[in-house]
Structures are given as C-alpha cells and as structure tokens.
C-alpha cells in the first residue's frame, strides 16, 4: 500500500523544483515507489569541493531535498505542508564523480511529525551518506 496522499509522476515533482537550488545542483527525482521516492544528483563541478570529491554540503542538499520532497507527498498538500527540523548526516565513502542516487524511506509518519531516513549510494550501490531528517506538519493559513 502505497504511503502517499495522492499519485504523483516524476514529471510533476521535477516540474516543481525549476529555477531552484534543487535544479542548480542537477538533482532530478527518477523513482517513486509505494514507500520510497529516490533521486540522483550529478558529482560534478556544482557539487565537488576543492579536493575533487563529493561536498558533503551537496550530499545533505540531496538529502533534505528527498526528505522534504516525500513528507510533502505523504500528506494533503491543500490542507498542509512539512518543513524540516533537524538534518543530519553521516559521510561514509568519497565519490569524485558520476551520479549520487539517494533514496528516502519513512522511519516514522504522525500527524504533526514525520521521520525521514535517506541513504546516498554511488552507481555501484556503495553506501556514500546516510542521513536522518525530522519534519513537522503544519496547518496551512486560509
């Protein structure tokens, strides 16, 4: 059973995130699943640091997105919307180029909290960064 609050399609949530950080750094969402959304991020001159590796920055601008991107879709967006907390991230291996493809699984859905966990891989499914993120749910403003 699928947790989200209504089907999405990859088109719409790419289309959201235009003319944002999200596009600057190159990260496209390329899968939702029943319990997960997953997205990838180029290693590339937006996102290495001086030493030619992955920014750990670039990793946690992945994560929160995911995080953020999936409490959204697991709520109705007419009545409210999430926003994170607290982030926080573990940098496990070094990657100097290709994609990062992170995907975001729920550790915990309430009504005014949400628990996200993302983990970071490399393409040949290396863990690179594992991330914790705390969102609340907020009421929107008629």
Same mark, same amino acid.
């Given at each position: 059973m699928?947790?989200?609050?209504?089907?999405?399609?990859?088109? =719409?949530?790419?289309?959201?995130?235009?003319?944002?950080?999200?596009?600057?750094? *190159?990260?496209?969402?390329?899968?939702?699943?029943d319990?997960?959304?997953?997205?990838?991020? !180029?290693?590339?001159?937006?996102?290495?640091q !001086?030493?030619?590796?992955?920014? @750990?920055?670039?990793?946690?601008v992945?994560?929160?997105?995911? @995080?953020? *991107?999936? $409490?959204?879709?697991a709520?109705?967006r007419? =009545?409210?919307?999430?926003? @994170?907390l607290?982030?926080?991230?573990?940098?496990?291996?070094s990657? $100097?180029?290709?994609?990062?493809?992170?995907t975001?699984? !729920?550790?915990?859905?309430?009504?005014?909290?949400?628990?996200? =966990?993302?983990?970071?891989?490399?393409?040949?499914?290396?863990?690179?960064?594992? $991330?914790r993120?705390?969102?609340?749910?907020?009421?929107?403003?008629?």
């Amino acid at each position: 059973m699928a947790i989200w609050f209504r089907e999405y399609t990859l088109q =719409e949530l790419n289309h959201l995130m235009i003319d944002t950080l999200i596009t600057h750094v *190159g990260i496209e969402f390329v899968e939702i699943g029943d319990d997960f959304l997953r997205a990838r991020m !180029p290693v590339d001159n937006r996102t290495r640091q !001086p030493m030619g590796i992955l920014h @750990g920055g670039a990793s946690v601008v992945l994560a929160e997105t995911l @995080g953020s *991107g999936a $409490s959204n879709l697991a709520i109705n967006r007419d =009545e409210f919307y999430a926003v @994170g907390l607290e982030i926080n991230a573990n940098h496990v291996r070094s990657v $100097s180029d290709g994609y990062v493809i992170g995907t975001a699984r !729920p550790l915990h859905l309430g009504k005014t909290t949400q628990v996200w =966990e993302m983990q970071i891989r490399d393409e040949e499914e290396n863990l690179v960064c594992v $991330s914790r993120m705390t969102n609340v749910v907020l009421k929107k403003e008629k």
